[in-house]
């Protein structure tokens, strides 16, 4: 089952054409991404120092389907999944809180874990796994060859 | 009584000593008067966007008493109070939610009713009054003569 | 020619990992757009008003192949490309400035021009066209279906 | 002399007033201050880490004069004086580069050298003893007893 994110737009998040400077989509995705991993009882503080092991985002995208505006009320649905032994993937849908039936936004990160001291890929360590079960399931397209593509299309 | 906001600290607040970086605090403390004001029954687009009436912010300070990290969690307890015909001002005081018995940050924002066809000063609206009602109080320490102190000194 | 911009990654930039927090890449990008967009002659606080037309980003992408710290001298090429009659693309190579041969990062937006009145896509207008002409060129490949498919692989 | 540093008004500073986001007035200053650190001949990387000593802001404070537009070319003077053996202030005045006779908006930060293994106040190391005496100048308004004052008041 997907996590469940809530957040209202913030006077901050806006810029002078009056909607959601675009990159700070992607900043409120990995909120719902920390929070995520929150409440997986993971400790915020430790998991984005770098210590032992970091997860460092390799690629990010999002597509914008309408403006958000200052006081919008967003639920973003994230949904990991293990995509590599060393790398999983975050997928975000992000919808208006009142009117559930189509995304006003969708985003993806791709992560890989990452040994602090030797700098080298290694495997996913057990709590990220269990976050993964956690939160990931099935109900994402699988892709043939196991690179992802283009999941999120044009806006028409 | 004080308008209290939870928030968590973010990854995307802190910065490369590990901690908060200062100016995100300010934005912290922006995010419950946001809170304070659609508690209140505005509407926060139009509140914000160009029209009739825009308080804009004169002045803004805040003070740290520790470093805040990842995940810590805040609570911010937010207090207005008119301080003119057309300004306001409102103190924030940042405790950790689980030892609220100091805080470990305070901040303070000064704000003017500018009319934004003329783009004159204007007497507080109705909203406004009925806000600094509802959360302000006498709780502040009044200063001799009840105008905010220049700590910066007017450019001559 | 591409357009070049310099940017020094300031400490803001930076999160608790030590490192630059994923999302502030595509905002340098986006200071690289306005730089190209004020060279060619535009009014940057009209451009971005929502006046007359407004030129949204309907999706991004961004690629990190190593990390980036704070003090690092970043050079950006951007190179923008017309895709529809309404629409157009940039594409970003980011580099570290004393080592321009392999970019440390790869991102993409794509835009579409809107009428603010009506709501509806328009076609480019002039000035738009006039600075494509400056900064864009033939050295992007060229897809065959006039869709972006994933330009930017994944790093090794 | 003080240290000058030049900025354009990115979109990104801006909010949906369509004017800059007040708390993002303190980051470019803080932009001013990383640049006066690197002229110096500071390395910035090593400088913000959590590695031997930090100077962590204690205070800050910005008033405003009048809105700031994106595009607006801005011209920000950086002065820092010693204020205790472990303490310096910083304190900024932001003009239009276009019209130099009046600031804009001003700022002040207040630093404090912190020994980072053991947590508590040390000396000002010499560098920064030389930023000072390369940048700073008794063109401030001396106050009373040295001592900055607290306008805020010291938390009980």
Same mark, same amino acid.
């Given at each position: ?13 806006t810029d002078a054409a009056g909607v959601v400077y675009f990159s700070n989509l992607l ?6 991404? #920390?929070?995520?991993? !929150?409440? %997986? ?7 984005? $120092?770098?210590?032992?092991e970091v997860y460092p985002i390799t690629h990010a995208e999002v597509d914008f389907f ?34 559930? #039936?189509?995304?006003? !936004?969708? %985003? ?7 040994? $602090? ?32 593509s283009n999941p999120l299309g044009k806006p028409d």
């Amino acid at each position: 089952v997907p996590f469940i994110y809530q957040r209202t737009v913030q006077f901050q998040d806006t810029d002078a054409a009056g909607v959601v400077y675009f990159s700070n989509l992607l900043a409120m995705c990995h909120e719902a991404y #920390e929070a995520s991993l !929150s409440a %997986a009882g993971m400790d915020l503080r430790r998991f984005f $120092s770098p210590v032992e092991e970091v997860y460092p985002i390799t690629h990010a995208e999002v597509d914008f389907f309408r403006p958000l505006f200052c006081g919008d009320r967003l639920t973003i649905h994230l949904n990991p999944r293990q995509t590599q032994s060393s790398d999983f993937e975050v997928r975000y849908q992000i919808y208006l809180s009142d009117s559930p #039936e189509k995304p006003v !936004s969708e %985003a993806m990160t791709w992560h890989i874990a990452v040994d $602090s001291t030797t700098g080298s890929r290694k495997n996913l360590s057990q709590p990220i796994i269990h976050w993964l079960a956690q939160y990931g399931g099935d109900n994402q397209p699988v892709r043939g060859n196991g690179q992802p593509s283009n999941p999120l299309g044009k806006p028409d």
